[in-house]
């Protein structure tokens, strides 16, 4: 029997996905590919905006058309949040809940091998959001996609109860992974290889605080400790919860990464308050001017809405503005989406669809803007890359350029763009990574340095990143 699986949304759910195919794969299933004609069909879905829940949707019904005879199993946030809307799509046949993720296997197994050849009405496994108040481990994973990078999850669930976001009802409130069992398995994939552990979890900024740690940095201690050639990299953090001293705090530990995805959401002291976040425009600076005092080059990347309900055009250039005085490495932009059951979506003055384009085009165009200047600012540094692909077509490959996910704005390198060029700058093939930094390095080079980390000369922007000459 084959499965095959399709993760939408954060960091999270890729991990997630990444233990139910050990959980597959312990039943003796065989994990195939999402283009393929399977037995049975997994989507892990999404709901943090409208489009992720259409996406989500298109996916579902995707597998479908795949295999009308397949199973199909539907789990993550969009499922927790309108089980009964996925389970009417049709073909599909069982949806579970964030909690209860390490059913899954299970389920499909048992319901596979009751009766291959007819579908049955869908079963329903979801809590309300109330009990969703343990932490469920998924067990160790042994094998992940990437052989270079491993995600692993250390927490769940948020208290913020931002107004526009719908995640703490999905997610429920927050629970966290002892810190030993986080340490083991980290210790387990150095040994295999691993060479970057991505910390994350719905909100890490609560990491320990139901535990009494006091905060994530002893699991960070813990893990720097260990043994190997690795680095660190903290998904996210936010400033809800953590300060500059805060920050201050985890500068000591060499292994972790220079890189920070700090969500700001907004530039504007007024919005931010409506959003219920709590800090301020400053509090933020703050903590980036602690980030830079330690590295001037420090990569902060951040998330910024815009068309919250009732912004004004002042309020949208605060946030503007704020990501030329953040100097941030990569803005992902999102335009305000409304969520049924939270606060925001109850309000009158909502932003009109048209404005919430042109605020969004504009971010855009101003953060690629900043990114490029955030580049050139690294001209001439030497910093340390792990190299993650060899062989990939700088020109026609995939990645070709710069990109929040909300528009098509491109770095402008047209001469760079020709495909003549691979054989001048990478003439025995092209090796791609990032610096701890978050840089997308292209440099030349050969299959040697793939799951390397080397030294690299910053030589001048190219594409989404810098071109590098390995030291």
């Given at each position: 029997m084959k499965a095959a699986f399709h993760t939408l949304g954060c960091k999270v759910n890729q991990y997630e996905t990444e233990a139910i195919k050990e959980q597959f794969r312990a039943l003796d299933w065989e994990i195939g590919d999402e283009e393929e004609v399977c037995d049975a069909y997994v989507i892990n879905t999404c709901t943090v905006t409208n489009l992720a829940d259409r996406k989500s949707r298109q996916f579902i019904r995707r597998a479908r058309r795949l295999n009308p005879d397949a199973l199909v199993a539907v789990t993550g946030c969009y499922a927790q949040i309108k089980p009964e809307e996925v389970a009417a799509i049709e073909g599909v046949e069982i949806v579970t809940g964030t909690d209860e993720k390490g059913k899954l296997a299970e389920m499909v197994d048992a319901r596979f091998r009751e009766e291959q050849a007819s579908h049955r009405a869908a079963e329903l496994l979801v809590k309300p959001y109330e009990k969703l108040d343990h932490y469920e481990s998924l067990g160790e994973i042994r094998e992940m996609e990437s052989r270079t990078r491993a995600f692993i999850k250390i927490q769940e669930g948020c208290n913020n109860f931002c107004t526009y976001c719908i995640i703490p009802y999905a997610r429920g409130k927050i629970r966290s992974r002892a810190a030993e069992d986080v340490i083991e398995e980290v210790r387990n994939l150095v040994a295999k290889g691993y060479k970057e552990i991505v910390l994350t979890g719905i909100n890490t900024a609560f990491y320990g605080q139901d535990l009494g740690y006091g905060g994530i940095e002893p699991l960070i201690a813990g893990l720097d400790a260990l043994e190997g050639d690795f680095r660190i990299r903290l998904s996210s953090l936010e400033p809800t919860v953590i300060d500059a001293a805060y920050v201050k705090g985890l500068m000591k530990y060499p292994k972790l990464c220079h890189h920070l995805h700090l969500a700001l959401q907004s530039g504007s002291d007024h919005v931010l308050s409506e959003m219920n976040r709590h800090y301020t425009r400053q509090d933020f600076l703050d903590i980036v001017e602690v980030l830079r005092e330690a590295d001037p080059h420090y990569g902060i990347s951040t998330d910024i809405i815009v068309g919250f309900p009732g912004e004004t055009e002042d309020e949208f250039r605060d946030s503007l503005r704020i990501v030329s005085e953040a100097m941030f490495c990569?803005?992902?932009?999102?335009?305000?989406?409304?969520?049924?059951?939270?606060?925001?979506?109850?309000?009158?003055?909502?932003?009109?669809?048209?404005?919430?384009?042109?605020?969004?085009?504009?971010?855009?165009?101003?953060?690629?803007?900043?990114?490029r200047e955030f580049f050139l600012a690294s001209r001439?540094?030497?910093?340390?890359?792990l190299f993650e692909e060899f062989g990939k077509d700088p020109v026609t490959g995939e990645d070709q350029g710069m990109d929040n996910g909300d528009g098509d704005n491109r770095l402008e390198n047209r001469s760079e763009s020709r495909a003549e060029d691979a054989a001048v700058l990478f003439p025995d093939g092209c090796v791609t990574g990032y610096t701890d930094n978050y840089i997308r390095v292209y440099a030349n080079g050969g299959p040697a340095l793939f799951d390397q980390f080397r030294d690299v000369e910053l030589v001048r922007?190219?594409?989404?990143?810098?071109?590098?000459?390995?030291?």
């Open positions: 990569k803005t992902h932009v999102f335009k305000y989406s409304m969520r049924t059951g939270t606060p925001a979506a109850a309000r009158t003055d909502q932003v009109p669809g048209e404005t919430k384009n042109d605020r969004s085009r504009a971010l855009i165009a101003e953060s690629n803007r900043v990114r001439g540094e030497t910093r340390r890359v922007p190219y594409r989404d990143g810098m071109l590098g000459r390995v030291r």
